[in-house]
């Protein structure tokens, strides 16, 4: 059942052919610890654009590009829809209603720009790094990307019936043992620089948390666009903190 929640993780997190089934979605729903064990799969199929020839932005260009080629945009439009929220003065309702508005304002497209432009950035920060180091801070990323996912699945409360209600109805704080257990050994890949990824991996955490306490308080809860937003934000997050991590070390 655990191979199948995996299944059902990669289906929703990424565009990789592994077919959908009504059983792989009950069990991944089930299972937030899926979310990390789909971020080594992804992290470690994205880590291999850091091992091309070639100069800097060119292998920053793919590496975006391979990014969402591997996760698709979903996520990438969690990010417009809350820059779009938080640009909007007005109660929850009010940002909500601007979140299902399929209009990009300009709160959103500030934030996609920040984003996208962050992880080309990243991507030519990552040239900095010993080929080792830079395929273990991208793995690690996207194992704390996934692990902020699951960290919102675990401890929101949706706002409406929708994706978030049906993964946060069946979970709770008790399910984060077994997602920080999947995650914590990324920590310890970069075995030659720890820094970068020790520092990389709980930003998962600290991305969550600050997500949540700004979704309590401006949408009164979390939705599928929180949680395509604190993949992204992560993922950037991640990097940066890896390298900046490996430089001072």
């Not at 950035?121 to 990552?126: P, R």
Request: proline share 5%; with cysteine; net charge negative.
């Amino acid at each position: 059942m655990a191979l199948t929640a995996v299944r059902g993780a990669v289906g929703f997190l990424s565009r990789l052919p592994v077919g959908q089934s009504e059983v792989a979605w009950r069990a991944f729903g089930d299972r937030p610890v899926a979310f990390p064990l789909a971020g080594w799969l992804l992290g470690g199929l994205l880590a291999t654009v850091t091992l091309l020839p070639g100069p800097d932005a060119t292998v920053a260009t793919v590496f975006v590009v391979a990014t969402y080629l591997l996760t698709g945009p979903t996520h990438a439009d969690g990010v417009a829809d809350l820059g779009d929220a938080a640009a909007v003065h007005g109660d929850p309702e009010r940002r909500r209603s601007v979140m299902r508005d399929s209009d990009l304002g300009a709160g959103g497209a500030l934030a996609l720009t920040v984003v996208v432009g962050g992880l080309f950035a990243a991507g030519l920060s990552l040239g900095s790094l010993p080929v080792r180091t830079a395929v273990a801070v991208v793995v690690a990323s996207e194992v704390a990307a996934k692990t902020a996912m699951a960290t919102l699945v675990c401890l929101g409360t949706a706002t409406h019936e929708g994706l978030a209600s049906a993964l946060t109805a069946t979970t709770d704080a008790r399910d984060l043992g077994p997602v920080v257990v999947a995650a914590a050994p990324a920590t310890a890949l970069s075995w030659t620089a720890p820094a970068a990824t020790l520092v990389a991996v709980p930003t998962g955490a600290v991305v969550a948390g600050a997500l949540l306490w700004w979704a309590r308080r401006t949408l009164d809860g979390v939705s599928g666009d929180v949680f395509g937003a604190a993949n992204e934000l992560t993922r950037l997050v991640a990097i940066h903190a890896g390298v900046v991590a490996w430089t001072l070390s």
